[in-house]
């Protein structure tokens, strides 16, 4: 009696402690264990389990009865851990998603930080390029202005040119010793050589060099590139204004540009240099002077004393003729001399042309005014 006693309250006490157990599975949101331990304690009460085998007709001893059981608490335990694991790998996998949202996130904000900075720069290289454009296209006309008003520094070194040989060579002051400077890229006409006459517009490519040149200041750039068989300095020449001598005697018509042996460091800008002259036919590729032929001896042309027979002739193609027709007055006088400008107005006389005068008055004579 007290053995079934004791298996009595051991029964109840389980029951109550399985009843616990699925409160807490059912709290904790593990629906199926809790349901699986409630068939455990609904079959450990003898009352209902005896009558389930009844209604349906299951006879099955009690060592099966709590092997079931047992089996069935045991699974329970096992749902929760699956379930707990798949809650585990669930929210790892939320965890490594969520890490790969923020990657991505970062990701897309580094992109953006990048293409956003792309843009910066690109917009501001293309700022400084922009400017760059406008300051070597503006660069001739204000450079010199910028340089007097103190804009800019000016801390080149220029020297005195004290002679130009020709277009191509000059002598300057170095430093108090006078050199001979052969310009790069180059090539005026000959006007110096005695060796040879006088070339095609060398007079003029000359004269354009003294002017631009003759005791001015100059600065000097060199080209280690070049070198000259006489040993002279080899340079390019800048004017005071910015512009580059041996580039603008190019441009304008009055050299040539000349490669010596090796290519100079702006001999593409020479030959483009070169290349306007030619196609806008200035200077010595003018058909009026050289057409770009300048090895042709320059035609010389001197100038004559006029005969006052010469000048009468030339003056008869002229329109109007003065005379006065007061009774002493001797001369008459074409439109082109001054003379007939202080006759009385009273007496001054005009004709359309000088066989006209002579008709009127025969007698009068080229004033020696116009001579």
């Known amino acids: 009696m007290i053995k079934e006693n004791i298996k009595k309250v051991f029964n109840y006490v389980l029951i109550i402690v399985l009843a616990l157990f699925s409160l807490i599975f059912f709290v904790e949101g593990k629906i199926l264990s809790g349901l699986i331990l409630l068939v455990v304690i609904f079959l450990s009460l003898p009352k209902y389990y005896n009558l389930i085998a009844t209604k349906l007709n299951i006879n099955i001893g009690r060592n099966i009865k709590r092997v079931v059981l047992i089996s069935l608490f045991f699974i329970s335990f096992i749902v929760v851990g699956a379930t707990e694991n798949s809650g585990n790998n669930k929210g790892s996998n939320q965890v490594n998603q969520n890490l790969l949202n923020t990657e991505e996130l970062i990701n897309n904000s580094n992109q953006e930080t990048i293409e956003s900075d792309d843009f910066l720069i690109n917009n501001t290289v293309d700022s400084f390029n922009n400017n760059d454009n406008l300051n070597i296209a503006n660069k001739d006309v204000n450079q010199e202005e910028l340089i007097q008003n103190n804009a800019i520094p000016n801390d080149f070194k220029y020297y005195q040119v004290v002679e130009v040989v020709d277009g191509d060579t000059i002598k300057i002051d170095l430093d108090g010793s006078i050199e001979s400077i052969r310009l790069i890229g180059m090539d005026t006409p000959e006007t110096v050589d005695p060796r040879k006459p006088v070339q095609c517009f060398g007079e003029e490519s000359s004269k354009k060099a003294k002017e631009l040149l003759l005791n001015k200041k100059v600065r000097l750039e060199d080209d280690p590139t070049q070198y000259d068989k006489y040993g002279r300095l080899i340079k390019y020449v800048y004017l005071e204004n910015g512009e580059m001598y041996n580039k603008k005697m190019i441009e304008d018509g009055y050299a040539h540009e000349y490669t010596y042996d090796i290519p100079y460091k702006y001999q593409s800008e020479f030959q483009e240099a070169e290349k306007y002259a030619r196609e806008n036919k200035l200077g ?40 006065s027709s007061y009774g002493t007055s001797k001369y008459y006088y074409p439109e082109d001399c001054d003379g007939w400008k202080s006759l009385s107005p009273k007496y001054l006389k005009s004709f359309n042309s000088l066989e006209e005068l002579l008709k009127f008055y025969p007698s009068k004579t080229l004033s020696p005014q116009c001579y």
């Open 284 to 323: 010595l590729w003018s058909d009026d002077t050289c057409s770009g032929n300048t090895v042709q001896e320059a035609v010389v042309v001197k100038d004559e004393p006029i005969s006052s027979t010469d000048k009468i002739e030339e003056n008869q193609s002229l329109n109007k003729y003065y005379t």
